[in-house]
């Protein structure tokens, strides 16, 4: 089969002719039909999230076919249509057994460290498989698994209720979904910040109230401007950068939330006293749990979600590379990039 294998940091991914991958007796083999690009696989790639071994197979929001599935596995069939859920759990330790298996003790990353969607097939634990519904493709499906539920596991990380106002920084394709995620858990007033117009205007086109670019003003004076002079009551930072963190900290009101999804190996800095004097929180998500992923399937079913303007770029798996390099230069304001078979 052909896959795109990472053999060092800060290079190219190479098509390799590879084997099928052999499935264990609690294994599912799953032919690849989307998957998703994620700027962690930019990480991956940069030496940020270093995998154990090279070489490796990137790719860790994937949508297919279940073709077969190994011998202890019972509710998995050849045929079903199958989302993933990108880590491989323990099933044993304290987290799993509590329900926040996405903080595993023994937790790994599909295309980090075992081989991952940016190829024809993949083999993954029955534990990683969720089914996919009829109604939704295998498009939607593969970015569901990351894109769309972390956003949505952040969301309840935030505490995000009805009437809460909420602040969001970065409309890429994770915060693009966040605008979304607030309004369905009730958000009263929605802010998009970023530095893109045509972001912006995708924010607002999928519920934001109030754009904000700040390229061309301080976002932090034009929050307490929308909002009364007291800040949201929830901000989310979705890029990964020390001043958005910053920013989205001041952001928030007397007793709000701030919290951290976007991944970065920056410091951050606040001053004690002005965050301790308002009783705010500071918060982070990471990742997601397999319930969130099944809990925002059935909401996509029921039409809940819109993904319509999610995909706003696709190429096939044997231009990986320069479907990375639209998302490393941010060519045509990607929302996300999605690899198909052909």
């Known amino acids: 089969m052909l896959a795109a294998r990472l053999h060092k940091p800060n290079s190219p991914l190479d098509l390799d002719e590879v084997p099928v991958p052999e499935i264990g007796r609690n294994d599912v083999l799953v032919r690849v039909e989307a998957s998703g690009i994620c700027h962690s696989e930019l990480h991956t790639i940069s030496g940020l999230f270093p995998p154990p071994r090279f070489p490796v197979t990137l790719g860790h929001e994937g949508a297919g076919i279940a073709e ?34 996405h903080l595993c003790d023994s937790v790994g990353y599909l295309g980090l460290d075992f081989d991952g969607t940016f190829a024809e097939y993949v083999s993954v634990p029955s534990g990683s498989i969720v089914k996919l519904p009829k109604k939704i493709s295998f498009e939607h499906g593969a970015i569901a698994g990351c894109a769309v539920v972390t956003s949505f596991h952040a969301t309840a990380i935030g505490g995000v209720k009805p009437g809460s106002t909420v602040a969001i920084y970065g409309i890429g394709g994770v915060g693009f979904h966040g605008v979304q995620q607030a309004k369905l858990f009730g958000a009263s007033k929605v802010i998009a910040i970023d530095i893109a117009d045509e972001k912006l205007r995708l924010a607002r086109h999928v519920g934001a109230d109030e754009i904000v670019n700040s390229a061309d003003e301080d976002p932090v004076k034009k929050i307490k401007e929308l909002t009364g002079g007291e800040g949201v009551d929830v901000a989310f930072e979705y890029i990964g950068l020390r001043k958005t963190i910053e920013q989205s900290i001041h952001s928030t009101r007397k007793g709000g939330v701030a919290v951290m999804v976007g991944m970065s190996g920056s410091n951050i800095e606040i001053r004690q006293l002005d965050f301790l004097s308002k009783e705010a929180q500071l918060r982070t998500a990471w990742g997601h749990t397999r319930e969130d992923l099944k809990r925002l399937l059935n909401l996509i079913e029921a039409g809940r979600v819109d993904l319509s303007k999610s995909v706003t770029h696709r190429f096939p798996l044997r231009e990986v590379n320069q479907a990375l390099d639209v998302l490393r230069k941010k060519t045509g304001n990607p929302v996300r990039i999605v690899l198909s078979r052909q």
């Open 68 to 101: 077969k599935a190994g011998d202890a596995v019972k509710d998995i069939q050849a045929g079903d249509r199958v989302a993933l859920y990108y880590m491989a759990t323990c099933g044993r330790c304290h987290y799993c057994l509590i329900g926040r298996e």
